[in-house]
């Protein structure tokens, strides 16, 4: 295949897509357009090295600006996607420049939610920008007020105590993670940033933010009230759409794909946080934020636009540093699932696995690395056993698998 392969959205997936089309022999030009005014960068370090200022740029970049050369692919930076004409297989960009493809790989990634309230003194968290913003505010006003208790928010805390600021996180779940992770590992979690210096907030549901730069107060429905010189608005994130519904896109919770990461429209396909994935198990699109499926989202949509055989959809799988330990996450957990702990003779390393009448499906482990890839394959392999038999750490868990495994999983 020859021709101008376009991919609006230089993050992981996006750049992925690009490195990926180069190393499977496509040999015409790929067109790497970047919102943002750096290079491709691990956005996972938003908030954690970068909000702490210690990120490495060599380690922080995907690939050097002489890599991408080396790689003839053309990067655009601080370059959007206005409009797409459908028709005539063209992108209208924000430049006001337009620009003829063979094949769009949207990957526009996701933006943080957010909360009606002052202009100044609330914060998101997406980018680098958003991170040396943050980090002044943080540094300057020395208290910060976290509204959300995921990933971001509670790595963002970890982050802002080791900065030094006082920090509280309120949140409207009943523990910290919950949405990726069991309650055995938000109270984990609780008691980490309870011993940092912490303040965390359980159900809590705000009804307004007042205030402005350096004396921001929150008022929940039942009048609790906290205050801090600044507010981390950090409620999840939602996928960016906007260009795709306005081309006439298919377009649910994500840009719907099929299972070759291909949309509604010819020569249209998507990929990573934007994209909502078919799932053929289920019959439903799945739209995932992990970094990991992300990056594997790159390598499968490269396949697909060169009429190659896409991978399966890895397992879904993620991972959290907060005050130098880390957590892992794997699967599609569900609130009705049956968690059973697995502990270690080393306390506060266990991993807690979610099954569906004795299938593992999900799993989340603190400190247990070499256990989380091994659930990962067991995910996979759709292993079944009682929950005795799961629960059991005199049982290695690689002795769980089943007599035969799935392949594709790994």
Known sequence: MTGRIVIAGAGIAGATAARTLRTEGYTGEIVLLGAEDRLPYRRPMVSKELLAGTANERRLLLESAQSWRELEVEVRLGTTVEGIDVDRDRIHLGTGDTL????????TGARARELPGPASGAYTLRTAADADALRAAVV??????????????????????????????????????????????????RNMHAGNGVDIHDAV????????????????????????????????????????????????????VDESYA?????????????????????????????????????AVAKSVLGQPVPPE???????????????FAGRPHPEDEIVVRTTDTPGRFIALGLRAGRLVAAAAVACPADLRTA????????????????DPAIPLPELAPATELSGHH
Do not use: K
Request: with cysteine; aromatic share 6%; proline share 3%.
């Open 100 to 107: 003829g493809y063979d094949a769009l790989v949207l990957a």
């Open 140 to 189: 300057t006003g020395g208290s910060l007020l976290v509204v959300g208790g995921g990933l971001v928010g509670c790595e963002a805390a970890a982050t802002a105590r080791g900065l030094g600021a006082a920090v509280t996180i309120v949140h409207a779940g009943d523990a910290p993670l919950e949405r990726v992770a069991p309650a055995v590992i938000g109270a984990h979690c």
């Open 205 to 256: 549901v705000l009804d307004r933010i007042d205030g402005g730069d350096g004396d921001i107060r929150a008022t929940a429905v039942d009048g609790r009230q906290w205050s801090a010189a600044g507010v981390l608005v950090a409620i999840g994130a939602e996928p960016d759409t906007d260009v795709a519904r306005q081309a006439g896109l298919a377009v649910g919770d994500g840009i719907l």
């Open 263 to 299: 949309t509604s429209a010819p020569n249209i396909f998507a990929a990573g946080d934007a994209a909502a994935v078919y799932d053929p198990e289920f019959g439903v699109h799945r739209r995932t934020e992990q970094w990991n499926s992300a990056q594997s989202h790159g390598v």
């Open 314 to 328: 890895e397992i879904t799988w993620g991972w959290t540093t907060q005050y130098g330990v880390t957590m892992q």
């Open 376 to 391: 990962r394959t067991l995910i996979g392999a759709r292993a079944t056993h009682d929950p005795d038999t799961w629960s």
